[in-house]
């Protein structure tokens, strides 16, 4: 398993932009696929965006146009640039890591806060 730790939430205003990074330490992090999920208050998780080993990017169609996913496998870390927010963007952002030949995400950092005033 790899460790991921969160950072860059924050309050903004509805429109701002916000950019999370996950740092993950652990080894053959360039072995695994990454995603961001989110969670808002009272609503179960939800997964937001992937991506692969190789950099192939995958989006939730409410976060499409406005959120980018990337990753530096050098850095070992995978970032969240979160444009044009609006206040149900709003939730603790989770980083999750799997293996990419396996199924199930199994690595998840403590979470980020995002909080979208209007």
């Known amino acids: 398993q790899v460790q991921l730790v969160e950072s860059g939430g924050g309050s903004v205003q509805v429109g701002g932009s916000l950019r999370l990074s996950c740092a993950a330490s652990?080894?053959?992090?360039?072995?695994?696929?990454m995603a961001w999920f989110r969670q808002a208050a009272g609503k179960q998780r939800e997964w937001v965006s992937s991506?692969?080993?190789?950099?192939?990017?995958t989006y939730a169609d409410s976060v499409k146009g406005r959120f980018t996913i990337s990753r530096d496998n050098a850095k070992r870390t995978v970032w969240l640039q979160m444009n044009s927010l609006q206040p149900e963007d709003t939730a603790m952002y989770y980083c999750?890591?799997?293996?990419?030949?396996?199924?199930?995400?199994?690595?998840w950092g403590q979470g980020t806060q995002v909080t979208v005033s209007s």
């Open positions: 999750a890591a799997r293996l990419c030949s396996n199924f199930e995400y199994n690595s």
């Open positions: 652990g080894y053959s992090y360039s072995r695994y696929c």
């Open positions: 991506i692969s080993a190789s950099g192939s990017t």
